[in-house]
């Protein structure tokens, strides 16, 4: 055991034992969950003894890392709870600690603030028995989540409209999607659904969340409108998405229509 | 009423609408960094837009919890590029964040994680804060955290630690009072020594807040009113140090506005006494 670690080695020890799904405690104690990621397995520079702890009951050296270990996931937990209210309520509060203790082990953050921590938690509930059980919750986690990027993206401004230049070939002419709207796939129909209502409806389609200054807004898109504007959003040209919306059968006045429509409400414009 | 007093509060997204409306008789508001950087795909979203429209009634002070500039990991120099962003746009009073570290191996616990008081630990942070100073285009200001980990290994005391720092790198100290009674009594020191061990001249900022004190150990809860004892403290400090600005801050389980400002109404008295008697001695 080495008594005088270098900071990489203290460091190294105390991430390893204060993330640790077992906790402080049990994690000092040598106990071991099989399957965890590599980052769990304990270094081989233990820096337990260089802490300095009091013979008191509660003041001793684990009590003294479980302030920090507790704090972890507590701090974490409720940054999701406040990002995903509507799900946290749908799990309830022993599925959705599982939920939140699944994602820290798969996606733990990377990021100095934590509004980057929940960028996937409908992938990690996809993974869960919990969203193998309740589907709807995915899609109910997507729009949550759309919506907390919606009021952290931005600033919000005035786009340019879609007048064609002099010359320009409006063929060739790239659109851009918003940074205050997103696009998000759905399968069920989860915009004002609760959990003490009955189970919501399929619905197959595309929700475009959307904000302008405080307000945010969500609006289903019919399914050839909803293929041309998430065309748009991967950088397709206007050519290309007219001849998308020709495929899906759109009339010319439909797609005038549509992409009015969207530039009115700021989710297009000029790039 | 002294002029170089200057006190406030700890701006919280409960506040922002009341305190648009009818802008209260404080000197700024200090935010935290990283509720206005946003996503990593960058922008600060409408948070930023509501702190510019603070920013045009008072004053407002940046401070951060997460450069990690204690870590053994490197600088995120995407971290310290958003800040600068954000730091050019609201035009703050200061830029602070913690003597601490918040991750390691790329993980980010968000947690102001304690170091060891060691030369080592200090060679380490020196450069990191001056390359920070200089990315940001300004001086930080740095604080102490509480911490409930202390280790058998550190070599100097904290006030040691901060004061050399502060030495070697320019950079200010944000002596958070309540930090240093809570520190103190979780590894048993007496506060006062924490104080009288700092350099004065280093001291350009005050922080108070509450604790909880139910249980074997401090915690830094930000969930109360300061205690008599921070109170007590407090004073010791800005007869110290004299009067700096000075900060409540009151993050859990936030009181009506009123009680935030009766806090920095107190701890305005005790700056004004210390302010008062430099003038009169002055005179």
């Known amino acids: 055991m080495q008594s005088s670690p270098s900071l990489a080695d203290l460091q190294r020890w105390m991430r390893w034992v204060l993330t640790n799904p077992l906790g402080a405690d049990r994690a000092t104690g040598g106990e071991q969950l099989p399957g965890l990621p590599e980052r769990f397995v304990e270094p081989e520079a233990r820096a337990l003894a260089c802490i300095a702890g009091d013979p008191v009951h509660g003041r001793g050296v684990v009590d003294r890392l479980s302030v920090y270990a507790s704090g972890y996931f507590s701090r974490l937990h409720e940054a999701l709870e406040l990002e995903y209210p509507r799900l946290a309520a749908a799990l ?93 796939r759905m399968s069920w129909d989860v915009v004002d659904w609760r959990p003490e209502q009955a189970l919501p409806a399929p619905r197959q389609g595309r929700l475009v969340v959307w904000r302008v200054e405080a307000t945010t807004g969500v609006e289903w898109l019919d399914h050839a409108p909803g293929e ?44 | 009423m002294s002029t170089d007093v200057q006190v406030g509060v700890g701006l919280r997204p409960p506040h922002y609408a009341g305190v648009l409306e009818d802008p209260p008789a404080l000197d700024f508001f200090e935010v935290i960094s990283e509720n206005f950087l946003g996503l990593r795909t960058g922008g600060g979203g409408r948070p930023v837009e509501v702190l510019e429209r603070v920013r045009a009634l008072r004053p407002v002070r940046l401070h951060g919890v997460s450069m990690n500039l204690g870590s053994v990991d490197p600088l995120s120099e995407h971290y310290l590029a958003r800040l600068r962003v954000l730091a050019d746009r609201i035009d703050p009073e200061c830029v602070s964040d913690h003597v601490c570290w918040t ?84 590894h048993g020191f007496a506060p006062v020594w924490y104080l009288d061990g700092l350099p004065d001249a280093a001291v350009a900022q005050f922080h108070l807040s509450g604790h909880d004190d139910s249980g074997p150990l401090r915690i830094d809860t930000h969930d109360r009113r300061v205690c008599r004892e921070v109170w007590e403290l407090f004073r010791h400090a800005v007869r110290r140090f004299g009067p700096r600005p000075t900060l409540v801050e009151w993050d859990d389980r936030l009181p009506p ?16 006494e210390s302010s008062d008697a430099v003038l009169a001695l002055a005179g």
Do not use: K
Not at chain 1, 95 to 102: I, S, T
Not at chain 1, 168 to 181: H, I, K, V, Y
Not at chain 1, 229 to 249: I, P, V, Y
């Open chain 2, 103 to 186: 991750g390691e191996g790329g993980e980010n616990l968000h947690d102001l994680l304690p170091l060891p008081w060691t030369e080592e630990a200090l060679d380490h942070l020196v450069p990191r804060v001056h390359h920070a100073q200089e990315r940001l285009g300004r001086r930080l200001v740095l604080e102490n955290p509480s911490s409930y980990v202390g280790y058998l290994h550190s070599t100097m005391t904290e006030w040691e630690f901060l004061g050399e720092l502060a030495r070697r790198t320019g950079a200010g100290l944000l002596l958070d009072v309540n930090n240093v009674f809570v520190t103190a009594r979780n």
């Open chain 1, 228 to 271: 041309v504007l998430d065309a748009l959003s991967r950088g397709a040209h206007l050519g290309e998405l007219c001849e998308l919306a020709a495929t899906l059968g759109m009339s010319s006045e439909h797609v005038g229509t549509a992409f009015g429509h969207w530039a009115e409400r700021g989710w297009v414009g000029r790039g």
């Open chain 1, 92 to 184: 309830g509060a022993e599925e959705f600690r599982d939920l939140v203790a699944a994602h820290l082990l798969s996606a733990p953050s990377s990021s100095p603030s934590l509004a980057d921590l929940g960028e996937d938690l409908a992938g990690t509930l996809r993974a869960c028995p919990a969203g193998t059980r309740w589907p709807w919750l995915v899609d109910l986690a997507a729009l949550e989540r759309a919506t907390a990027e919606v009021w952290l993206s931005g600033p919000s401004g005035p786009r340019g409209g879609l007048t064609l230049g002099e010359g320009e070939d409006p063929g060739l002419l790239r659109l851009a999607f918003s940074a205050l709207a997103r696009l998000v």
């Open chain 2, 257 to 272: 506005f009123p009680v935030l400002l009766e806090e920095a109404s107190r701890a305005r008295a005790i700056l004004e």
